[in-house]
């Protein structure tokens, strides 16, 4: 099984906020976790816009450099479409970013680890674990 972090696991591992998300992503090999180009955007705005710009995106490289990046590319672009169309017809939007990273998760039929079940739990056949408070499966 493969996985894709979410930007907040991301974080939470960088900072050492949540103690188990070190151990979940240390319990795996790094080939079997990605993340998203859409998640170094995220990561890349924070830290351009923190205290120490250089120090913050110097750590971001650091951990993101292990893992292979995934673009949103046409499929899941595609996948996008369907998904984004489902949730709005439901009255169920979430951001169009968690939307984003959830397609690049169903396109390459990855698990999304994130903290941030509320929002992805209404996008159907997403498969999600929380490493924030269990160890990994």
């Known amino acids: 099984m493969r996985y894709l972090l979410d930007t907040d696991i991301c974080i ?7 103690p188990n998300v070190r151990g979940n992503i240390q319990q795996h090999s790094a080939s079997d976790i990605v993340v998203s180009a859409i998640t170094k955007c995220e990561m890349y ?6 205290r120490n710009p250089e120090r913050s995106r110097a750590e971001q490289d650091f951990f993101l450099r292990q893992f292979a990046s995934l673009p949103l590319d046409d499929r899941a672009a595609d996948k996008y479409g369907e998904v984004y169309a489902e949730l709005k017809r439901r009255g169920n939007l979430i951001s169009e970013i968690d939307i ?4 690049i998760a169903l396109t390459h039929n990855l698990t999304l680890v994130t903290h941030n079940t509320r929002h992805f739990n209404r996008i159907p056949n997403l498969s999600i674990e929380d490493w924030t408070i269990a160890p990994a499966s």
């Open 45 to 50: 705005a924070g830290s351009s816009g923190s």
């Open 100 to 103: 984003q990273i959830a397609a």
């Open 12 to 18: 939470y591992y960088i900072n050492g906020f949540q």
